[in-house]
């Protein structure tokens, strides 16, 4: 009996050594790779870096090269929504390349309206080929960045933006023009060629003189 509880003792001593020594620790924190989260296979995003959010951008020119994908354009442009899609409806069946074009322009307006998740699913129906129209183009680029969210570099390069040409607002006003009555007429402008030469003046010597004319007062009815 002595023997075995010697023994047991010994036991008893041992294993509270080892637990005192760290023999029997679990991992420490300290060995998990930097930013490891608690939960396997979860990860803290590092410190002081934020991930690019890339939103819904068109830039403004003029879409006269195509006037049905130009007037969704427009709207979308001046951030009708409502209007973008009214032009989509009635101008998608003349549609230059309507496989691409036409879910294209509806995920645009999607984006417009803040729907990220309906413009997702109409641009997986975008059957893309490149576009040398340059509006058509940035339709492209403007609605991969956001869905794909991705810079739109990573979508190739546009053709120049064509600048918008000066409308009706943009004419001088009338107001402002010279008033036509008031601008001089060249006709009634007298004439310096007309006008007496002092120096071609008549001599007074060569003016007749009065007391040579006819007598109109002596008549020959006094008789003698």
């Not at 023009?177 to 601008?183: C, K, N, R």
């Not at 009634?188 to 009065?210: H, L």
Request: glycine share 12%; hydrophobic share 25%.
């Amino acid at each position: 009996m002595k023997t075995r509880t010697v023994a047991t003792v010994l036991a008893m001593c041992l294993t509270i050594g080892a637990c005192k020594s760290g023999t029997f620790e679990g991992p420490d924190a300290g060995d998990r790779p930097d930013g490891a989260s608690t939960r396997a296979g979860q990860q803290d995003p590092p410190a002081g870096k934020q991930r690019t959010k890339y939103g819904f951008t068109l830039p403004v020119g003029n879409t006269a090269v195509d006037v049905h994908e130009g007037a969704v354009y427009d709207e979308l442009t001046d951030g009708d929504c409502s209007g973008a899609q009214t032009a989509l409806d009635e101008n998608k069946e003349n549609f230059s390349n309507p496989e691409a074009n036409v879910p294209l322009f509806q995920a645009g307006v999607y984006l417009c309206r803040k729907d990220v998740a309906a413009a997702k699913s109409e641009y997986a129906k975008v059957v893309w080929t490149e576009s040398e129209i340059w509006f058509i183009c940035e339709m492209h680029r403007a609605v991969g960045t956001v869905v794909k969210q991705k810079p739109k570099s990573a979508f190739g390069g546009c053709p120049p933006v064509l600048p918008l040409t000066p409308g009706p607002e943009d004419s001088p006003d009338p107001a402002e023009s010279p008033d036509p009555a008031s601008t001089p007429d060249p006709e009634s402008t007298p004439d310096t060629e007309s006008t007496p030469d002092p120096g071609q003046t008549p001599d007074s010597g060569e003016t007749p003189d009065a007391g040579s004319g006819t007598d109109t007062g002596s008549g020959s009815g006094s008789g003698s």
